[in-house]
C-alpha cells in the first residue's frame, strides 16, 4: 500500500472545519429566533451560544491538527448532541406561538 | 439502547475491542460521519429557516408542521450518524462486515415525499399566495 500520509488527515481537518461552519450557521439561525421571546428567548440563545463555544473548543484540535487526534473519541457524540440541542431548542421555539 | 447511548461518551470501551485499524479508514469513516451530521444540520437548519422566513400559512399550522418535522428529521439524521459511525468502527476493528443500513433509502423517501407534498400544496395555493 502506498500511503498518502497528509492527504487524508487534511481532508478530515477540512470535513471539521465544514460541520463547525455548518453548526455555526445553525446557532444563528437559533439565536435569531429564541430572541424574539423575551426573557426566557435571551436565557435560551445564551444557552446556545455557550453550547456552541463549548463544542468549537472541544472540536478544535480535530479542525486545526493541534494536539492529539485519536480515531475514537467524544468529539463525535458531542458534535452530534450539539445538532440535536438545536433541534429541541428549536421544536420549543417553533411551537412557542401554536398554545 | 442506554448501552449503546453509554459507549458512544465512553472511546475507551471502543478502542478496547479488536485491533488497531490502519488509520485511512477511520479517517474516512470519520469524514463519512461528518458529511451525515451537516446533513442533520441542514436539515435542522432548514426547520429553524422555515419557522422564521415563512410567513403564517392559510392552512393552520402548516408552517410549524414544516418546521418541527425538519427539525425532527435532523435530530434523527445526527443521532443515527454517531451510531452507525461508532458501530462502522467497531466492525473495522474487528475486520467484521460493515454495519448495512436502510436509513439512507428511508431519509431520501421521506425527503423525497415531503418535497412532492410542499409542490402539491404550492400548486393548490396553500403556501406562497399572500
Do not use: K
Not at chain 2, 439502547?1 to 479488536?18: K, Q, Y
Not at chain 2, 488509520?23 to 444540520?41: C, D, K, P, V
Not at chain 2, 466492525?91 to 467484521?96: K, S
Amino acid at each position: 500500500m502506498t500511503g498518502d500520509p497528509g492527504l487524508q488527515p487534511e481532508r478530515t481537518r477540512l470535513a471539521w472545519r465544514r460541520t463547525l461552519l455548518a453548526l455555526t450557521a445553525v446557532t444563528v439561525l437559533t439565536v435569531r429566533q429564541a430572541l424574539t421571546g423575551g426573557l426566557a428567548g435571551a436565557l435560551l440563545a445564551g444557552a446556545a451560544l455557550l453550547g456552541w463555544a463549548a463544542t468549537l473548543a472541544l472540536c478544535w484540535p480535530r479542525a486545526t491538527g493541534s494536539g492529539p487526534v485519536r480515531a475514537t473519541s467524544r468529539t463525535m457524540p458531542v458534535i452530534a448532541l450539539a445538532a440535536v440541542g438545536h433541534a429541541a431548542l428549536g421544536v420549543l421555539l417553533a411551537l412557542r406561538g401554536v398554545w | 439502547m442506554w448501552e449503546a447511548i453509554r459507549r458512544w461518551f465512553d472511546p475507551r470501551e471502543l478502542r478496547s475491542v479488536g485491533s488497531r485499524p490502519d488509520y485511512r479508514f477511520s479517517l474516512a469513516n470519520e469524514r463519512t460521519f461528518l458529511a451525515w451530521l451537516r446533513t442533520g444540520l441542514a436539515l435542522v437548519g432548514g426547520g429553524l429557516a422555515a419557522a422564521q422566513f415563512l410567513p403564517p400559512l392559510p392552512l393552520a399550522h402548516l408552517r410549524e408542521v414544516i418546521a418541527v418535522a425538519l427539525l425532527l428529521l435532523g435530530g434523527t439524521v445526527a443521532v443515527r450518524a454517531v451510531d452507525h459511525w461508532a458501530r462502522t468502527e467497531r466492525a473495522i476493528r474487528l475486520g467484521e462486515e460493515l454495519p448495512a443500513s436502510r436509513f439512507p433509502a428511508v431519509l431520501a423517501l421521506a425527503v423525497g415525499l415531503g418535497a412532492l407534498l410542499l409542490v402539491v400544496a404550492v400548486l393548490a395555493g396553500t403556501v406562497g399566495r399572500r
